[in-house]
């Protein structure tokens, strides 16, 4: 596209405030273009597969970068059965999970799971 710069400003006249409302336009275009956001956000919903033959109990996740641990919502009222699946939503985009059963073993273990749209952790 070729801008033509013959396109002098002068008061009031109908070619200076077409050159005008043109350039900004084009300003616009350009910034509704460009002005969208281009970074993405891994997304934050997991599905969690309980393949044990026991019951998990909870499941604790703390991200990459800072240990410390966090707990991912499972019903409170009872365990995660084995053949069921968990749909949970975790904001950081790298994070270590652990799962534990109703007697307190570790039954699975998941170390720097970056996060995918439609991700899945089976638990064997």
């Known amino acids: 596209m070729h801008v033509s710069m013959r396109c002098r400003l002068r008061a009031q006249s109908p070619r200076a405030i077409f050159c005008s409302a043109w350039i900004a336009l084009l300003a616009i275009t350009i910034g509704i273009g460009c002005g969208g956001s281009s970074t993405r ?41 084995p053949g069921e699946e968990l749909r949970v939503k975790i904001i950081e985009g790298c994070v270590n999970l ?6 307190g073993d570790v039954v699975g273990r998941q170390r720097e799971l970056r996060m995918k749209p439609g991700m899945v952790w089976r638990i064997y």
């Open 98 to 103: 652990i799962a534990v059963d109703i007697e």
């Open 41 to 81: 956000r891994p997304s934050d919903l997991i599905f969690i597969v309980n393949n044990t033959k026991t019951p998990i109990q909870s499941i604790r996740y703390e991200r990459c970068d800072t240990p410390g641990s966090g707990q991912v919502p499972i019903p409170a009222d009872r365990p995660f059965k």
